[in-house]
């Protein structure tokens, strides 16, 4: 059991089946979203029609799915060299989902009774896929964020869901910035050994393969890779009643920062 509340672990990663690691409703650190892993073995099939707005976001392997309007095979080998591939369903949406090989993915489900188009994105219709803050800040926060679906292409769902590439070395999520809406971020890395720090205030967690962090009350928070290890973090944050989320605000000590031309600190022996 991780003493730290907010850092869910699972050191041994997943075995086959639905792990559940966080549900909406809780008692203490409610998310308001159900999140789980679901690894499946070749030949395994799930078939649903869930009450809630659902995301099954692919992280390895190949799958035939089948939803109410829709059909697609999917495949991706590499979470850190390709595009996501998210099926993203209303609620009441039948949907099959069959393993043609070995099978991991996150799904993410939330309350909302709204209707939107059940959609596929993919490397053709993702929102964006963003070099985000290279060229700034000798490119120590340089990171690739891809967003997935936030209000721009989904106004009237409840979730919003993304991923981060952390070069490593490199800071993510920065400035340190904070917004009241849940969000739950979930790791992963290009080495069994790699870890990172994610921040939560003024407290800093290591972070390793299959952990979740779950950021709550509008803390601060901004992330780091160590050297030698990229990291990988998929984003999903819950719109609140009459507040859907839209973007962060910078903490106020760090936005300087964010200022065009701001100028960086010239020390030691560089020119």
């Keep these: 059991m991780d ?33 789980d892993i679901v690894v499946m ?22 799958a035939g799915l089948a939803w109410t309007g829709g059909a697609a095979t999917v495949r991706r080998d590499s979470i850190f060299d390709e595009d996501p ?10 949907a099959r989902v069959e393993a043609r090989s070995a099978v991991e993915w996150a799904r993410f489900r939330t309350e909302n009774d709204a209707a939107f188009p059940a ?3 993919d490397g053709s219709n993702l929102l964006e896929s963003e070099d985000r803050d290279k060229g700034l800040w000798d490119d120590a926060a340089w990171r ?10 989904r106004p009237t769902a409840r979730l919003v869901l993304g991923e981060v590439i952390n070069f490593p070395g490199r800071w993510s999520s920065y400035p340190p910035h904070h917004h009241p809406h849940p969000e739950i971020y979930h790791y992963r890395f290009t080495a069994p050994q790699g870890y990172g720090h994610g921040e939560l205030g003024d407290e800093v967690l290591k972070v390793r393969a299959h952990d ?3 950021i ?13 290890y990229g990291m990988y ?37 560089r020119s």
């Design 3 to 35: 003493p730290h509340p907010r850092r869910i672990r699972h050191p041994e990663g997943f075995g086959p089946g639905v792990t559940p690691i966080t549900r909406s409703g809780v008692a203490r650190d409610d998310t308001g979203m159900d999140f």
């Design 233 to 269: 973090y998929i984003w999903a944050i819950r719109h609140l009643d009459g507040n859907p989320y839209v973007a962060p605000e910078f903490t106020a000590e760090h936005r300087w920062m964010k200022v065009p031309g701001a100028p960086m600190p010239r020390i030691g022996r």
């Design 85 to 94: 591939i998210a099926l993203h369903l209303p609620a009441g949406t039948h």
């Design 41 to 62: 073995r070749p030949g395994d099939v799930i078939e649903e029609t869930s009450g809630l707005e659902t995301a099954w976001l692919l992280l390895s392997g190949e």
């Design 212 to 214: 979740t962090v779950l």
């Design 144 to 153: 690739i964020v891809r967003t997935i679906f936030d209000t721009r292409n």
């Design 119 to 121: 959609t596929l994105f």
């Design 216 to 228: 709550l009350d509008g803390v601060d928070h901004s992330q780091v890779a160590a050297p030698g």
